[in-house]
């Protein structure tokens, strides 16, 4: 059973405003990975708060494996962080080191079995691996591992991993160059946290889709923490030291950090989403807060798509940091229009039918005195299917506004994510299907302008080449075999 109500909004994300519906109006993050080495420390409660830090990345079960020299503690489950460990729980979890996972299932199903870490066993003792990505060429890796008569017991990715790298370290390699041997044969998105009787590995593939950062103990000797994102390590006291490289293992043990570039062409392709929607915002992505690249996000977008308003704000809690970049440049002022239900958690009871029709109202509350007649621009970090919003704004017409002008911090998505992010098939996606004016129509909203795809990454400061912009280009980084993309690019195969 999964208990409801322990979270609070602000560590949940938006798509559950869309409750009536179980397929959320946005795309779902994958899973949050933590690792750290600390003899001297309680690994398993510093594990918990990294965890805790990460649950944005993923509610659907938790787990944390510590070892103790050559023997494994763990404790997995569905629900919450905070639901599947308490106080006595992480007492039975004593060890030197540790990884831990959070998980929204991508691939496999939403089941106790497939959470994470995935404890296999090699012929070099155990080893406890954390995934955050999705591989691209499962069938074939699952070929080989079944070959090797592997006991293939859960339906995730992150599973073959782990047996890739038994598999390896069984034929006589040792931890580090087993491994590297089987991220070779891995192919798709893999930020991974690896403990092993000896140490931990971070590991970042190739085009680094998914993010993965290093941090440091104020401690004697130094020992270091692996985190999907620097929150991970601000809630534990941890100093952000760098990122792990795309292609690179960091191999932590008690004489400290190695680094290993297993991959000598690797190319950094980080998804541009974690940096719109799906990083808490208070982390760190090159040297500043994603709160700071959100706000400019806002800003471009006033001067790429102007319009005459009285009031602006933001779809809480994502769109807020555009909002208030938007209100910086227009001069409109920025104020806050719908108030979210801060103080529950996901409810997993269907609401009545009266209910769903006023379907946004579960968990954002139009402020009727402040909208009423008001000319508004409401910013929304994406739009998916569209349903959320077309509440959202008929909601906001309900409330007696005098226009509803929205607003997009990135450009429609027209392509599927096989890259570890859950978004719908093709057919699903709105924009997919449907021009900006036709999207405009069906919302009922006075106008509708997405952010360009130039704006959104020249707003990055960075190489532009440096992301992977798929989900609205179509251009994957990582090739996708053509059984796969059937699966989720159903336009594109009805045009084939
Ligand atoms: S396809 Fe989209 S969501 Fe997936 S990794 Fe690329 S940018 Fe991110």
Known sequence: MIPTNSLTSDEYPDSSINSHDNRPDKPEEACGVFGIYAPEQDVAKLTYFGL??????GQESAGIATFEGPHVHQHKDMGLVSQVFNEAILDELPGNLAVGHTRYSTTGSSRKVNAQPAVVETRLGLLALA???NLVNTVKLREELLKDKFNLITTTDSEMIAYAIAQEVNAG??????AISAFHRCEGAFSLTIGTPEGVMGVRDPHGIRPLVIGTLDSQ???YVLASETCGLDIIGAEYLR????????WITETGLESFQWHQKSERKLCIFEMIYFARPDSLMHDETLYSYRMRLGRKMAAESPVEADLVFGVPDSGIPAAIGFSQASGIAYGEGLIKNRYVG????QPTQAMRESGIKMKLNPLKDVLFSKRVVIIDDSIVRGTTSRKLVQALRDAGVAEVHMRISSPPVTHPCFYGIDTDTQDQLIAATKSVEEIAKQLQVDSLAYLSWEGMLETTREDTNSFCSACFTGDYPVAIPEKMKRSKLILEKAVV
């Open 131 to 133: 995934h955050n990505g």
């Open 243 to 250: 990122d792990v490289a795309p292609g690179e293992l960091v």
């Open 346 to 349: 996901r409810t997993f009871i």
């Open 221 to 223: 000797p130094l020992r």
């Open 52 to 57: 805790y830090a990460l649950q944005h990345r």
């Open 173 to 178: 390699a040792d931890w580090v160059t087993g």
